[in-house]
């Protein structure tokens, strides 16, 4: 394979990860911490583009680099449609979608915006891999019991997709020979089915569902919940959200989002804390379980990845639930910057074939409302 140099450039609300890529070779990194001097906050989306666009090039000086030498660039996608998995070229569609979703604030599209804009001004090519609304439920995992109301797929995908590909490799398989079980234990939780390389059930991270975590709720009983959004105690709906995304799982237990100091509670003889963290446990245990069932009790591993991963307290409580299902693996930490990079290899070397974004979104084949109508009655 040639050599190509890569800028990979990924955006969040708690962090600014840049980093040049040789093929598979690191050169650089950086994470930006939002907030500080040397990176401040922004009001707009527009702010934030321009100091972003003023700081790239400063960075790629100190690599003795400038953008004109970068091959390809890389965006960890943000505010788009609900898209296949793989390599999108970002087009004048996708660029326009970061204007129509996501709001003025949140600096999730930032790096399609910028990659969008560097590729043009320097005619190379630029990729968004394996965006947060990769969708390739089965219908059957869309469903529930109420017709206003269907799952939609929000998973750590591009960190899913490579500890799959990661693992196949490891292995001398291919990731679409395999039946894996991931998952990614972070301050966000997901617990994804994959089938032959289609991830075809997962628990929403975004709208609440699945095992609690180090700050969200999970899902809660329904009937509980709803006399909450009627309760004093949240008088919004902004309230409610924060205390369900952000204040929950062991923060709302235990005041911190840290296993760790959770753990060293339990090693001075928190018993509550014990409780608290063992329940987190349980929770996830039960969400793999349903996901087993989604892959009809056919796993070939079960892979444990993300921040958590890298303790032990968590994945050995989860063998012990969990071991009856397949052999486990952890791949701990996150690689959302190899994963962009190695999405843009994947097609620069032929063994994917870029998709073209159309923002329409993939999954548009079942009108709940209309069959309600149809069997129920207006």
Not at 2 to 15: A, R
Not at 221 to 246: G, N, Q, V
Request: proline share 4%.
């Amino acid at each position: 394979m040639e050599t190509y140099k890569i800028l990979v450039l990924n955006f969040g609300s708690t962090s600014t990860k840049m980093a040049v890529f040789e093929n598979e070779k690191c050169l650089w990194v950086e994470n930006f911490t939002p907030g500080t001097e040397e990176y401040p906050k922004f009001k707009t989306i527009k702010e934030h583009q321009a100091f972003a666009k003023e700081l790239i090039p400063k960075q790629l000086e100190k690599l003795g680099l400038t953008l004109e030498d970068i091959d390809v660039f890389a965006a960890r996608g943000g505010a788009q449609v609900f898209i296949e998995s793989g390599a999108y070229k970002i087009n004048q569609v996708m660029f326009d979608d970061t204007d129509r979703f996501g709001g003025d604030s949140h600096p999730g599209k930032l790096a399609t915006r910028i990659c969008f804009e560097y590729g043009r001004d320097y005619n190379k090519p630029a990729f968004m891999i394996n965006g947060p609304s990769v969708d390739e439920y089965q219908d059957v995992a869309r469903m529930t019991g109420l017709p206003e109301i269907y799952r939609q797929s929000r998973i750590h995908a591009l960190n899913q997709k490579e500890i799959g590909y990661r693992y196949a490799a490891q292995t001398g398989k291919k990731y679409q020979d395999l039946n894996l079980l991931i998952l990614h234990l972070g301050g966000g939780i997901s617990v994804t089915a994959h089938d032959h390389g289609r991830m075809i059930d997962s628990n929403d991270i975004i709208e609440g569902e699945g095992p609690m975590t180090p700050t969200r709720a999970g899902t809660l009983p329904t009937l509980p919940l709803a006399r909450l959004c009627y309760s004093e105690d949240y008088p919004t709906f902004m309230d409610l959200m924060l205390k369900l995304i952000k204040k929950g799982g062991l923060m709302a237990h235990l005041g911190t989002d840290d296993v760790r100091e959770v753990e060293k509670m339990i090693a001075d003889g928190d018993e509550y804390a014990g409780m608290v963290l063992d329940t987190m446990v349980y929770q996830i245990a039960k969400t793999a379980g349903e996901m087993a069932v989604a892959l009809k009790g056919r796993v070939d591993q079960i892979i444990y990845t993300g921040g958590i991963a890298k303790g032990s307290y968590v994945t050995d409580k989860l063998d012990e639930y969990l071991g009856w299902i397949a052999p486990s693996t952890k791949i701990p930490g996150e690689f959302e910057m190899e994963a962009l990079a190695a999405g843009c290899l994947r097609v620069l070397s032929g063994e994917e074939e870029a998709k073209e974004y159309t923002g329409v979104d993939v999954w548009t084949g079942f009108d709940y409302l209309a069959g309600y109508d149809k069997h129920v009655g207006q």
